[in-house]
Nanobody, 127 residues
Framework: EVQLQASGGGLVQPGGSLRLSCAAS????????MSWFREAPGKGREWVSF????????PYADSVKGRFTISRDNAKNVVYLEMNSLKPEDTAVYSC????????????????????WGQGTLVTVSS
């Protein structure tokens, strides 16, 4: 079965850190660009970061730039999101998504550019 599964969420205090993982099964992650998105309570889904197949292109949303780092291990079929200096406004369900193009077509923050979504993991930042 082709699927993505996010893990690593939890409760963390403001200023703390977490590392999320997105494991792919049923296909090789090395053939696909990937993104992380998040959805906060009462808000729509927001793009967080993107990584190309080689890991050399990694744009970020302004709200997380300088605090979050996306990376990937194609041999392990996993994409990561390292989150530092967490803020209460980072509280959300985080999920990963597979870019639907086999070439770079831009619009990495648009939901319709992704054709496979993983079950999310909840991150709660609170004291």
């Amino acid at each position: 079965e082709v699927q993505l599964q996010a893990s690593g969420g939890g409760l963390v205090q403001p200023g703390g850190s977490l590392r999320l993982s997105c494991a792919a099964s049923g296909f090789s992650l090395s053939n696909y660009d990937m993104s992380w998105f998040r959805e906060a309570p009462g808000k729509g889904r927001e793009w967080v970061s993107f990584i190309n197949v080689y890991g050399g292109y990694t744009p970020y949303a302004d709200s997380v730039k300088g605090r979050f780092t996306i990376s990937r291990d194609n041999a392990k079929n996993v994409v990561y999101l390292e989150m530092n200096s967490l803020k209460p406004e980072d509280t959300a369900v985080y999920s990963c998504a597979r870019y639907r193009h086999s070439y770079f077509a831009g619009q990495v923050s648009s939901l319709d550019q992704y054709n496979l979504w993983g079950q999310g993991t909840l991150v709660t930042v609170s004291s």
